[in-house]
């Protein structure tokens, strides 16, 4: 019998497959379907250790490790399939998912989600390099900021798309927290494509020297380097395998 998880990740296969014969009504269907999926997952689903979940009181790197672990459990060039578990009081910096679909899943605790998404305004341009030539050092884009949401177990599961709340800080929330994350394509080297989909981080821009450009919910980000308090260990997964072969040969 296919697990939850299996199916979770043929039907995500099928549906990030990059196939430009298939018709935008067939990847919404499939990308809906997928979503309903990923909103019924549980720690059970992939077997996760409830060790890892354990409450040790507010983070602390000299004695707790890592605040962050990291769980594989499926990845091709299409599609990653992965867990994050973020011990109490850590988050995931703001960081950019470039190009990229996901969906993000709480299985355990809490995690407030503050999201922007890149704005790419024309009438944006004199203003963006006024900023530019003060900080000359800095790259600086503009942002939707989006209101920031609490997210937990009982939820269903955040999006982001190429376009849309594709930047994001992640914050655990009175406790541990994990998450089931799906993201296509994946970070690192796209082949097909030849680029290089690298993750960057980012801090809100509160104020300059200069006055900036006020839009409703706009603001400025600039790109920072990896945040020192951010770093991750891994995990293995011992849930059901999701086996690529297995799928295509069955057709499914």
């Keep these: ?18 196939d430009s014969q298939v018709p935008e009504a067939v990847f919404n269907s499939r990308y809906e379907q997928l979503y309903n999926l990923v909103n019924r997952v549980t720690p059970e689903d992939i077997n996760l250790d409830h060790r ?32 994050f578990i973020l ?36 009438s944006l341009e004199e203003k963006l390099q006024e ?32 376009n849309s709340q594709n930047i994001h800080e992640i914050h655990s929330v009175d406790g541990p927290a994990a998450f089931l994350d799906i993201l296509s394509p994946p970070y690192g080297t796209d082949k097909r494509l030849g680029v290089e989909r690298d993750c960057h981080y980012y801090q809100e821009v509160e104020s300059f ?4 450009l006020s839009v409703g919910s706009l603001t400025f980000l600039v790109s920072i380097p990896s945040p020192t308090d951010f770093w991750c260990d891994q995990a293995e997964y011992t849930g059901s395998i999701i086996d690529r072969n297995a799928i295509e040969e069955n057709g499914s």
């Design 87 to 122: 011990k109490r009081g850590v988050r995931l910096p703001l960081h950019d998912h470039p190009g990229m679909f996901g969906m993000l899943k709480v299985i355990h605790g809490s995690v407030s989600v503050q999201s922007y998404s890149h704005t790419n305004t024309e």
């Design 209 to 212: 020297n200069v006055p900036y």
């Design 131 to 162: 900023i530019l030539n003060t900080r000359p050092s800095a790259g600086v884009c503009p942002a939707t900021k989006h209101q920031k949401v609490l997210v937990t177990a009982s939820d269903q599961a955040c999006r982001l798309t190429p």
């Design 52 to 83: 890892l979940l354990s409450d040790r009181g507010q983070f602390n790197a000299s004695t707790d490790g890592a605040p962050v672990t990291y769980m594989q459990v499926y990845e091709d060039s299409d599609v990653t399939i992965c867990v």
């Design 1 to 18: 019998m296919t697990s939850l998880i299996q199916q979770i990740g043929r039907l995500a296969i099928r549906t990030f497959k990059r």
